[in-house]
């Protein structure tokens, strides 16, 4: 599906442009242009090539194929970027990826799957075109990362409080299921933190670099992203030690526990290993023992066990050891 907006310079804004109106709008250069293609079909993928932008092979098998990290290169009349947003389900954090070609007074963005940002923005498109097309190319894309920044915070946050529910199970009842969850945190916070890693650099990029499509006004604003990005990079990285600190606690909490057992089996065994000595020395076929023909002998035998084992359980107790 391709929808396409064009921001006359009037005033005016014209939709679903045909592709020989898009090729005319690239021609004269003047307003702006935004062509957005979610989940294009072969024909209308083959736009992106000589067929209408003549866009670089490498950059359209890149729109094609996955990109498992977020980059910009700049082809001399246009950037093409790849960005990542997150997004939570119940299958854990799931990366979302926008492919985007920024020429001087066009935007041409590619996704498989609906964005919440490309959404956004065009409702806002239809509310207000001139805050939005008319305020130029560069900005029009400043629009659409700044609300795929603004969903880092989102899931962020939703990690966070993950992390700390986690923290509190594991001081108040650690499980297999409280380690399965840690697992799935560190999964997503690497996952996350290799994501912010480059999307930083990317954003510094656009903010720094001077990139002849963005102008020096847009720089700003792309700069605020910029902090942004920095501050969700270091509160991924805090919660990635968060939670590095929340498996060590659970293994030495287990740990702990597992040494609590092995205290009470093996005082268990050591108050019975006297006991077993004595039953085994009466069970010996020999003819004559002390209190074997007396006919109190087993009660007294037993009064002694019990004695034993009790007066090595209060020394263990004095001790300490249990």
Not at 44 to 54: C, I, R, S, V, Y
Not at 80 to 97: P, Q
Not at 113 to 138: F, H, Q
Not at 290 to 310: A, E, K, Q, Y
Request: glycine share 8%.
């Amino acid at each position: 599906m391709i929808r396409s907006f064009l921001w006359t310079g009037n005033g005016n804004v014209r939709r679903d442009l045909a592709p020989d109106e898009i090729r005319s709008a690239l021609e004269a250069k003047k307003g702006v242009l935004w062509v957005d293609m979610e989940d294009p079909s072969p024909e209308e993928a083959a736009l992106l090539g000589a067929d209408l932008f003549n866009f670089h092979p490498l950059a359209i098998e890149d729109c094609l194929h996955a990109q498992s990290r977020p980059k910009v290169d700049d082809h001399e009349d246009y950037l093409f970027l790849v960005f990542h947003s997150w997004n939570r389900d119940d299958d854990g954090i799931r990366l979302e990826e926008l492919d985007v070609f920024l020429g001087r007074n066009y935007v041409v963005t590619y996704h498989v799957e609906p964005r919440r940002s490309v959404a956004a923005v065009m409702e806002k498109v239809e509310k207000d075109p001139r805050g939005t097309l008319g305020a130029g190319a560069d900005m029009l894309f400043h629009q659409i990362v700044d609300r795929m920044v603004d969903r880092y915070e989102l899931v962020v946050d939703d990690i966070d409080g993950r992390v700390d529910r986690v923290e509190d199970e594991i001081l108040e009842n650690p499980t297999e299921e409280t380690l399965r969850r840690i697992l799935e945190l560190k999964k997503d916070l690497q996952d996350l933190f290799r994501t912010i890693r480059h999307q930083r650099d990317v954003v510094n990029s656009l903010a720094r670099e001077g990139h002849p499509n963005i102008t020096k006004k847009s720089r700003q604003f792309f700069r605020d992203i910029y902090d942004h990005v920095v501050r969700v990079h270091d509160t991924v990285e805090g919660l990635r030690d968060a939670i590095g600190g929340a498996r060590d606690a659970y293994l030495s909490m287990v740990s702990n526990r597992m040494n609590e057992v092995m205290k009470g089996l093996s005082t268990v065994a050591t108050v019975i290993l006297p006991l077993t000595f004595v039953t085994g020395v009466y069970g010996m076929n020999f003819t004559y023992m002390p209190l074997l023909d007396h006919p109190g002998g087993f009660l007294i035998t037993c009064g002694l066990m019990v004695g034993l084992g009790v007066a090595m359980f209060l020394v263990f107790r004095r001790k300490g050891w249990i």
